[in-house]
């Protein structure tokens, strides 16, 4: 195995473990960094694509996802966090050592789906889209285990970081203006989703996302 597939499984395996990480923390700000600390991890492995392919193009992505996911992203969920006051509790709906047990079932369903894909995609090391698989279906647990908005944009863009990592892997990147569009789209995104956490605190006085599904049922 070539040091470029090494160095690629090695930064799966820490991004698979950060998916398991973020999927059990508790505290919101620990949450935030681990997802800083994701981002970073996922511009490493762009970059290691970089220097085993040759592409130029991937060094400007790898230097754009570090900007954008590991400085940031982080920055801007930890000011909301404390202008929101909800910098303690994420109030996970279910027990975290269920959630794990649910996360190892998932990631052995993604390495099953993902593995005749990997063969026929060619990708730098077999394990790649099998863990980029299951750091998607990890943070959309994460969603959906998760009754505060912003941990549940968290996982949504931890999502993000999974595709990313998948179409980094098994299609050694996309074209330079895919990415920065679609970077340029997350970062929109989370200013949106800035101005509704604040419509969603004036309005209820808490991030709890259950007050939206009390006030569909009224209507």
């Known amino acids: 195995m070539s040091l470029a597939a090494q160095l690629i499984d090695l930064l799966a395996a820490l991004l698979l473990l950060m998916a398991f990480a973020m999927l059990a923390q508790r505290r919101l700000m620990a949450l935030i960094g681990l997802f800083a600390f994701q981002g970073a991890l996922l511009a490493a492995s762009t970059a290691v694509v970089a220097w085993s392919t040759g592409q130029a193009h991937l060094w400007w992505s790898a230097g754009l996802t570090a900007l954008l996911k590991a400085v940031v992203l982080p920055l801007v969920l930890r000011r909301l966090a404390v202008r929101l006051a909800v910098a303690r509790d994420v109030e996970p709906l279910v027990n975290v050592p269920t959630t794990l047990l649910v996360g190892i079932a998932l990631v052995v369903v993604a ?8 063969e026929l995609a060619g990708t730098i090391t077999r394990g790649t889209l099998g863990i980029a698989m299951a750091c998607v279906l990890l943070s959309l647990l994460m969603m959906i285990t998760r009754r505060r908005a912003i941990a549940q944009v968290i996982g949504f863009l ?4 999974g595709l990313f990592f998948a179409a980094t892997g098994a299609t050694y990147g996309m074209p ?3 990415e920065l569009g679609i970077a340029l789209d997350v970062l929109v995104g989370v200013l949106v989703f800035g101005i509704f956490f604040f419509r969603i605190r ?18």
Do not use: C, I, Q
């Open 111 to 118: 390495f099953d789906l993902a593995l005749p894909m990997a």
């Open 158 to 161: 931890s999502l993000e970081n």
């Open 176 to 178: 330079m203006v895919v």
């Open 202 to 219: 004036e309005t209820f006085d808490s991030l709890d996302v259950e007050h939206l599904e009390k006030l569909g049922d009224r209507g």
